[in-house]
């Protein structure tokens, strides 16, 4: 036997089992955003390297060590998009629908990023995300967190996460926070771990989110970005705060957030739970009001947010999801050859003229032992059974499944057409 091709390490197969929490989480999705009127957008998978160095940053994890890079046959680098807000940027600029509008978008898709495969961390993942362009108040930085604990509620995960909130102020401020910062660091160089080390020069900011245990307590003693804000970013971080506590979303001012990409501005949070280890956030985002412009658009004001689809559903209640697997209405079987043709053609029929009924045909024949087998293992709530005598009489026998052997009901019968489809209209 020929060897079996594997799939590549950390991208996962998405099974018949698994698909239903998927589309349960879509679909609820879907009714959020419908909620808030917010429009889909798509755009490739794969984008020129250079948009994600210039918007995520040089030195960040994702464009440092996590992209899948290449060079296709014209020899222009490539990259599997790490992530949507770049690509989602790009095509707003490129289509020409960021200027002088405002835009409420939204998109759901896969994502790639070289890391070392572990629960809640894959080299395929999927992310669904929020970004607004055109706003700058904190009003829409606080809709979007009440979207997704709007979004946690419907998926009855509120007790399990929780909100952190946190400035990083406008550039300006952040630049005399930067080298305030540096100062401390180079004080406490010795703590510093290599990825750090490296970061001194570059990108001060980013040692504060380590996730190194060995440096948590010199984290926890540097000068807060916090009390280094402009007077802009203060009152814009107060009104949002104003905000969130008038429809009572709970949240925790994390000074030491600031999240893993360059481009962001002002507000930034983190949903995080702390039933999934190490890989506990599972939404983030905030304001990046610099990156239209650093990609070649007007200025435009922006915000967003992501979340790892992943994540989120292994969170979900299992006994919860089994509820919304969905179950055929009826199974057909046939008996003999001159009721295979005959219940082929009902159950189009009974498709053309029921718009919401699922009803499975129990294909290639075979004993009624064994059809009944199959009828009952696609958990139908009724059989219907077609054979020379149902034909004869212009019958169907139905046969109630789930019937409960206590009630009067009787559990098999035999209908007309019509009677069928009556039962079958309360089915659907
Ligand atoms: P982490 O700190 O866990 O690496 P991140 O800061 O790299 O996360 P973002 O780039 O903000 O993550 O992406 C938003 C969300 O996407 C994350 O909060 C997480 O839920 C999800 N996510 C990110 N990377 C992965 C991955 N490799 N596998 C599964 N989900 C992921
Ligand atoms: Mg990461």
Same mark, same amino acid.
């Given at each position: 036997m020929a060897n079996k091709i594997q799939s590549i390490r950390g991208m996962n197969d998405i099974l018949p089992d698994e698909t239903p929490a998927w589309q349960f989480l879509e679909e609820k999705l879907r009714q959020l955003m419908h909620g808030y009127d917010y429009d889909e957008i798509r755009f490739p998978i794969v984008e020129k390297t250079a948009l994600f160095k210039r918007s995520i940053?040089?030195?960040t994890d994702i464009v440092e060590k996590e992209m899948y890079t290449f060079d296709d046959r014209n020899g222009d680098s490539l990259s599997l998009r790490p992530e949507g807000t770049a690509a989602c940027v790009r095509a707003g600029i490129q289509n020409g629908i960021l200027v002088n509008q405002q835009q409420r978008l939204w998109y759901l898709g896969p994502m790639f990023r070289h890391e070392r495969p572990q629960k809640g961390r894959y080299r395929q993942f999927h992310q669904m995300g929020v970004e607004v362009y055109g706003l700058d108040g904190p009003d829409i930085d606080a809709e979007l967190i009440c979207m997704t604990a709007r979004l946690w509620q419907l998926l009855g995960l509120s007790d399990s996460v929780s909100l952190q909130i946190n400035s990083l102020g406008v550039p300006a401020s952040r630049d005399v926070y930067r080298d305030i910062l540096s100062d401390y660091l180079e004080v406490n160089k010795?703590?510093?771990?290599e990825d750090s080390l490296r970061r001194?020069?570059?990108?001060? =900011?980013r040692i504060l989110d380590s996730k190194n245990p060995a440096m948590q307590e010199m984290i926890e003693q540097a000068p807060r970005l916090m009390d280094h804000l402009d007077d802009g970013s203060k009152q814009h971080f107060a009104q949002l705060c104003a905000y969130l506590d008038s429809v009572g979303i709970r949240y925790e001012i994390n000074t030491?957030?600031?999240?893993?990409?360059?481009?962001?501005?002002k507000t930034v949070f983190e949903w995080v739970t702390d039933? =999934?280890?190490?890989?506990?956030?599972i939404c983030a985002g905030g304001r990046y009001d610099g990156l239209v412009k650093q990609l070649g658009g007007r200025e435009t004001k922006a915000v967003g947010f992501a979340m790892g689809l992943e994540r989120l559903i292994s969170l979900l209640d299992q006994d919860e999801l089994q509820k919304h697997i969905k179950h055929p209405h009826a199974v057909m079987l046939m008996m003999g050859e001159r009721a295979q043709n005959a219940g082929f053609a009902l159950t189009e029929k009974i498709r053309d003229k029921l718009k919401n009924i699922r009803i499975l045909n129990v294909c290639g024949g075979g004993s009624f032992k064994s059809q009944m087998k199959r009828a009952d293992k696609s958990q139908a709530e009724i059989a219907l059974i077609l054979g020379d005598d149902e034909l004869d009489n212009n019958k169907i026998t139905v046969k109630?499944?789930?019937?409960?052997?206590?009630?009067?009901?009787?559990q098999q019968e035999q209908l007309s057409q019509q009677e069928l489809l009556d039962l079958l209209t309360k089915l659907q």
């Open positions: 940053g040089e030195v010795e703590l510093l771990d001194l020069q570059s990108n001060p =900011l030491r957030l600031v999240r893993g990409l360059d481009y962001y501005s039933k =999934l280890g190490a890989q506990g956030t109630y499944l789930r019937a409960n052997k206590e009630d009067n009901k009787p």
